[in-house]
């Protein structure tokens, strides 16, 4: 068996999906998540990028522990100094620094000859390499590139100082049987290939970034680069749960294995989905709704007889608990705290304080909690951010033939707002006379509504993203009255628009 290196990119390439905007605080959240599910290496951002992703970057580096804490850079001297910077408080730091190597982006984009191209990348690893101990080059769209001028590139970057060779397929567009004889070639006609990591990084265009990465482990590489829930640019990175579950399950084929903690995997899904506002799509392998749900009655039967007649992994395997009985309302909250503990949250004492509250009213709407329940209430909790706008009161009159009203208390600092509005609907009266209450212009981009568990009572989740200035915000709420659950949604939203408003205001 052979040990495949993870390297996480959630928070770099996972970020840059369409309508995807993370605060520092978040990135961190997911970061230490990444490191309870034991990723090797995370990318934790672009620090060139801006202000706030070098922030997140540095954060990351100075407070999460165990993985490889990597910044990606272009081969240019100002990026690699920057990422330099921003890595420099880990314990084990990576530069992750890259250039196109294809005719189409070396012509169009760079408008550097090939020449150049290999100029720049031995610079850049050399400075990189003078910085830190560990530096990884990427050649970009390796996939659309002349396959000499590969090997020549990669040569000059492991003569530089690269220990991490990548081989991105930037575009999604290579297929398994031709990815594996372009890792073959770079394996057999790259001078010193036999130093370097081999990595893989495979975007999922045409539907392939699992099988494309799947099929370069089986040809010779030991790093795959993937994302949680495959977030990425446009169609996403190959999603790490399908690549670590797929190693899991069919080690006698592939012959390797991760240090992934697979039970971990549900878990940081969706913390993932909850942070980025990103719904995962039901029938998605592994972490979606439907991974483990059997439909037809011949499955339901050869399941309820015998499980592995239809499933290839258990539910327990990703962190799927049962949904047993936990709690009830007499438990008290010793007991409540120490099922949070086995269920992996380690909430200081006045965020364990807010949950119970939360958990004693559910209890009075609910009959049976589950473990779900609690990690709904918890995951809506922990998202960090400054209740500027604080739900106090809801009042919602509806009806078949009459006009949806809502009335909406909020503290604001020490002071108590009202106002009330009527709309299409009781949701639309909500956010109406929430707008008015908080004075703020928002535009509502989407809204979801699901259930957390199966039942008539179950907690209705509500997702929902509203945009500002360019800039997506995403909200959660939680409630077994979905209307609430809309505006708890809709306020956490708000209330992240005005924390980022605020972070991008000069101080003084
Ligand atoms: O897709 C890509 O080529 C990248 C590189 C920066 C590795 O994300
Ligand atoms: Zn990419």
């Known amino acids: 068996m052979r040990d495949i290196i993870i390297f996480d990119t959630t928070l770099r390439d996972g970020e840059q999906s369409p309508g995807v905007n993370l605060n520092v605080h978040e990135k961190l959240q997911i970061a230490k998540q990444l490191a309870q599910l034991g990723v090797d290496a995370i990318e934790a951002g672009f620090p060139k990028a801006s202000p706030g992703d070098f922030a997140a970057v540095k954060e990351i580096a100075d407070n999460v522990q165990g993985p490889i804490i990597t910044a990606l850079a272009r081969a240019v001297a100002g990026d690699i100094e920057l990422a330099a910077k921003a890595v420099a408080g880990a314990k084990r730091k990576r530069i992750h620094t890259f250039i196109a190597a294809s005719p189409i982006h070396m012509r169009y984009k760079l408008r550097k000859t090939p020449a150049e191209v290999l100029k720049m990348t031995r610079n850049a690893v050399r400075l990189a390499a003078s910085l830190v101990s560990d530096v990884e080059f990427s050649a970009e769209d390796a996939t659309r590139s002349d396959w000499d001028f590969l090997c020549e590139v990669y040569a000059a970057a492991i003569a530089a100082g690269a220990g991490t060779i990548n081989i991105p397929d930037t575009v999604g567009y290579t ?66 749960e399908e690549i670590v579950m797929a190693l899991a399950t069919r080690g006698d084929v592939y012959q390797a294995r991760t240090n992934i903690v697979t039970e971990q995997i549900a878990r940081t899904s969706r913390l993932v989905s909850t942070l980025t506002g990103v719904a995962i799509q039901p029938n998605k392998a592994i972490v979606g709704e439907n991974a483990f749900a059997h439909e037809s009655g011949i499955h339901q039967d050869g399941v309820l007889k015998e499980r592995s007649t239809y499933e290839i992994i258990t539910p327990e395997s990703i962190g799927l608990s049962q949904g047993r009985l936990v709690l009830g309302k007499h438990s008290g909250r010793h007991a409540f705290r120490q099922r949070l503990i086995e269920l992996g949250y380690n909430l200081g004492d006045a965020d364990a304080e807010k949950a119970y509250e939360r958990f004693i009213s559910l209890c009075d709407r609910k009959k049976t909690i589950t473990d779900r329940d609690l990690e709904a209430i918890v995951d809506e909790q922990i998202v960090q951010v400054e209740e500027e706008f604080a739900l106090e009161y809801l009042a919602v009159t509806t009806g078949s033939s009459m006009v949806p009203t809502a009335t909406v208390r909020v503290r604001h600092g020490a002071d108590v707002l009202q106002e009330a509005a009527c709309g299409d609907g009781p949701v639309d009266a909500c956010y109406k006379a929430i707008d008015r209450v908080t004075q703020i212009e928002t535009h509502l981009v989407s809204y979801a509504l699901g259930a957390v568990t199966g039942g008539k009572d179950a907690l209705g989740e509500v997702t929902v993203q509203v945009r500002d200035n360019g800039h997506l915000y995403a909200g959660r709420g939680t409630s077994t009255d979905v209307i609430e659950a809309s505006v708890r949604a809709y306020l956490q939203a708000i209330n992240k628009m005005i924390q980022a408003r605020k972070s991008a205001q000069p101080e003084g």
């Open 175 to 240: 297929t398994p049987v031709e990815y594996s004889r372009l890792i073959a070639y770079i394996l057999e006609n790259t001078p010193g290939i036999e130093k370097a990591v081999i990595s893989v990084h495979c975007h999922d265009d045409l539907g392939m970034a699992t099988a494309n990465s799947l099929a370069a482990v089986m040809a010779g590489a030991t790093q795959v680069e993937c994302t949680i829930n495959g977030l990425g640019e446009r169609a996403g990175n190959a999603a790490l």
